[in-house]
């Protein structure tokens, strides 16, 4: 971060008057900026909490959001737990991240498992006029998609600010994101709201998308991120039709072409986007002209974010990318020259690169590679499909087969017993012979009332 920058949140919000229109609205209650930038929700003394290494285990966003502020430049170190983090990991993510300190929502009497537990309220109150000194503030991400204990990623407020830039003030700008901004891509949200003075809907615990959509609509939401997997399940529900967003943004996962011109034909007014972005690498880039991938010109470049392709995977450096995992056990997350590799895997086809998929995610079909992604994105081509998700079948012959899971826009009439989902599944079938290698084309394909989605907005992919 630049000399005399101000180093914490709630300096950020300080320094300007112009916050008083903003306000974080949770499911229940809603809290302005204002108040933020001069009080306390804490029900203790920020004091005892300057220089801890503090975990932040809270079960509502909006007293995530509140935490944020208030112990940025206080707290050595913010760990911030995703909701979904299993119990069994705790232990070690506290030994690990060194925490003595817990702030947590949780009113109940049971044992926090920390040497100091300090419950967040969202109630208000002036500070005191001791202020104390501010420091740079380490904030700790857990990532997603594992099936052990998460990795740890070490950041601070300059490399998560840093791909955020041009922030208007004053424009009326409401974001929303189906996001938990526990994780990188709703955090990202939540800075871009709170420093460009805006206001920020937040889901409610357990809340349907449903409720959520209407809550959005409710707060004249202009602005709304997710990944392509939430957006499709959004557009499932009779109140996507409740916002008219002028943003449209989507991340976390490959963003194809079918969901690009779905979002930009059910949303005429708003400018679609997708990023690619990861806990590790930061936000990487972000295309603004209706298609799938990426233009091959963004690579090679000297600005401040740096890509490049080894082995098909691209590798992004950048002054958003994170510092380090907390832990050796995790190895090193930077490689010489300071690049971060993604492990996604990409394809170039004349002047741009497509997204085929995970590397650890590749299905082999009797020695040959399939990307489940890649399969997908050509199923989801066919106008019936509202979403669909690829694995590996077991066969003794080529050790694997493809199959294919597919929700139609129908709904749970046009299921699998449906004569027209018959009828579907022989053009899904035909799209991809047309489109893909025979290897890749799925030996099964079932329709299906829904999939699952996983706490952190990707499909729940099983593992082959």
Request: proline share 5%.
């Amino acid at each position: 971060m630049p000399p005399n920058c101000p180093v914490s949140l709630r300096e950020k919000l300080g320094n300007e008057s112009d916050c008083s229109g903003g306000f974080l609205h949770g499911a229940e209650t809603s809290v302005s900026l204002a108040n933020l930038s001069r009080g306390t929700s804490l029900d203790c003394r920020l004091r005892d909490l300057w220089g801890r290494s503090v975990l932040l285990a809270t079960r509502d966003q909006l007293a995530t959001a509140v935490a944020l502020i208030e112990l940025d430049g206080v707290a050595s170190r913010l760990v911030i737990c995703p909701p979904d983090l299993p119990a069994r990991h705790l232990p070690s993510v506290i030994c690990n991240c060194g925490a003595d300190a817990i702030v947590s929502d949780d009113h109940s009497d049971g044992d926090s498992g920390g040497p100091l537990r300090v419950v967040c309220r969202l109630d208000i109150t002036p500070m005191k006029e001791e202020q104390l000194e501010h420091r740079t503030t380490d904030w700790v991400l857990l990532t997603s998609g594992t099936t052990g204990a998460p990795k740890m990623v070490r950041h601070d407020l300059g490399s998560l600010t840093a791909p955020i830039v041009n922030q208007g003030h004053g424009t009326g700008i409401v974001w929303g994101t189906f996001y938990d901004i526990r994780r990188y891509g709703g955090l990202q949200i939540f800075l871009r709201a709170v420093l460009g003075r805006g206001s920020l809907v937040l889901s409610g615990r357990n809340e349907s998308t449903t409720s959520f959509l209407s809550r959005l609509g409710a707060h004249g939401v202009t602005h709304v991120s997710g990944t392509p997997s939430h957006w499709r399940r959004a557009l499932m529900s009779p109140d996507a039709r409740v916002i008219a967003p002028r943003y449209v943004r989507l991340s976390g996962e490959i963003a194809d072409q079918a969901i690009l011109n779905t979002l930009c034909s059910f949303y005429p007014q708003a400018a679609v986007s997708h990023a690619f972005a990861s806990t590790e690498a930061g936000v990487a880039f972000e295309v603004n002209d209706g298609l799938e991938g990426f233009p091959a010109s963004l690579l090679g470049t000297r600005g401040q974010v740096q890509m490049k392709i080894e082995n098909d995977s691209l590798r992004v450096c950048s002054n958003g990318t994170a510092f380090d995992y907390v832990g050796k056990e995790n190895g090193d997350l930077l490689d010489h020259e300071g690049f971060v590799d993604t492990g996604d895997i990409v394809e170039l086809r004349g002047d741009r690169y497509y997204f085929l998929g995970r590397r650890h995610g590749v299905i082999n079909i009797g020695g040959l590679k399939v990307y489940p992604e890649e399969v997908e994105a050509v199923i989801n081509r066919h106008p019936a499909v509202r979403m669909s998700m690829v694995r590996s079948r077991r066969n003794p012959i080529t050790g694997a087969l493809v199959s294919a899971d597919v929700v139609l826009k129908g709904g749970p009439d046009q299921g699998e017993k449906s004569n027209q989902a018959d009828g579907f599944k022989r053009e899904i079938l035909q799209i991809c012979q047309e489109n893909l290698a025979a290897h890749k084309v799925p030996a099964t394909i079932r329709c299906v009332p829904e999939l699952e989605v996983a706490a952190a907005g990707k499909l729940m992919r099983p593992h082959a």
